[in-house]
C-alpha cells in the first residue's frame, strides 16, 4: 500500500549504488541548501546589521541534526546539548547557540525583492522555494496519484519541536517529506535489485543515514 515510483529496470539499474543521501537530494540539493545559506545570511544582516557567515555546508550540517533529533524525539531541543542527555553527533558538529541562531533567521527567500501584489497574492512566498524544489522532486519520481499515502509515513518521524516561526515548521516537514519519499523509492528499488529483506534499511534507519552528518 506504499506510493509507486516510476521503478522501470533501467531507471532501477542507474540507482544501484545510490545512497540514502541520493534519494533525499533529488529532493533537495546542494543548489537548494546554497540558496538556503545565501537568503539567511542575508535577512540575518537585515535585522542585525551584521555578518551570520553561514555555508552552504552549514545549512547541510543544520539539516541533518534537524532529522537525527526528529528521529530521537527528545521533547526539548536544548536537552541534544545536555550533559545527561547529550548526542555526540550532534554536539561535535554545532553549537546550541549556533543551531537556534540559524534556526530564528532560516530564511529561502530576500524579503525585499518580494513585492507587496506577489505577498498578497501568495500567502505562501516565505516558502515558495521549499515547495517548488519538493515539487520538482516528486514530478520527477513519483506516480503523483499515489502522493497522498506519503502523510501517515511523515507522522512517525516528524519533527515536533514548536516554533513560532512558520516557515521553519514548513522547512521541517518537507525535508521529512523528501526523506520518506526517498525511503520509498529505496524500498521499491530494493526489491527489483534483489536486495535481502534483512538488509533493507527502515524508515528510521533510512533517516539517521542521511542526518549522518558525515553522508552530508
Not at 542585525?48 to 541534526?65: A, M, P, Q, W
Not at 527528545?74 to 549556533?98: A, G, Q
Request: proline share 3%.
Amino acid at each position: 500500500d506504499f506510493p509507486e515510483f516510476e521503478s522501470t529496470p533501467n531507471r532501477v539499474k542507474d540507482r544501484e549504488k545510490f545512497t540514502p543521501l541520493d534519494y533525499f537530494s533529488h529532493y533537495f540539493n546542494d543548489d537548494f541548501f546554497q540558496m538556503v545559506a545565501d537568503k539567511t545570511n542575508i535577512h540575518f544582516h537585515q535585522v542585525n546589521n551584521s555578518l551570520l557567515n553561514t555555508t552552504l555546508e552549514e545549512i547541510r550540517s543544520f539539516v541533518g541534526i534537524t532529522l537525527l533529533m526528529s528521529t530521537l524525539g527528545y521533547p526539548r531541543i536544548k536537552m541534544y546539548w545536555s550533559d545527561n542527555f547529550k548526542i555526540p553527533l550532534i554536539t561535535n558538529t554545532m553549537t546550541r547557540n549556533r543551531f537556534f541562531k540559524i534556526r530564528n533567521f532560516l530564511h529561502v527567500v530576500n524579503n525585499l525583492e518580494v513585492s507587496n501584489t506577489e505577498k498578497e497574492s501568495d500567502k505562501l512566498w516565505k516558502v515558495r522555494p521549499i515547495i517548488e524544489s519538493f515539487h520538482t522532486g516528486v514530478l520527477k519520481l513519483l506516480r503523483e496519484e499515489n502522493a497522498s499515502k506519503l502523510n501517515r509515513l511523515i507522522a512517525c518521524y516528524r519533527s515536533k519541536h514548536r516554533t513560532k516561526k512558520w516557515p521553519v515548521r514548513v522547512f521541517e516537514h518537507f525535508m521529512d517529506s523528501a526523506v520518506v519519499n526517498g525511503w520509498i523509492q529505496y524500498r521499491q528499488d530494493c526489491v527489483i535489485l534483489n536486495v535481502k529483506k534483512n538488509d533493507i534499511l527502515d524508515l528510521a534507519g533510512f533517516k539517521v543515514r542521511i542526518a549522518e552528518l558525515k553522508d552530508f
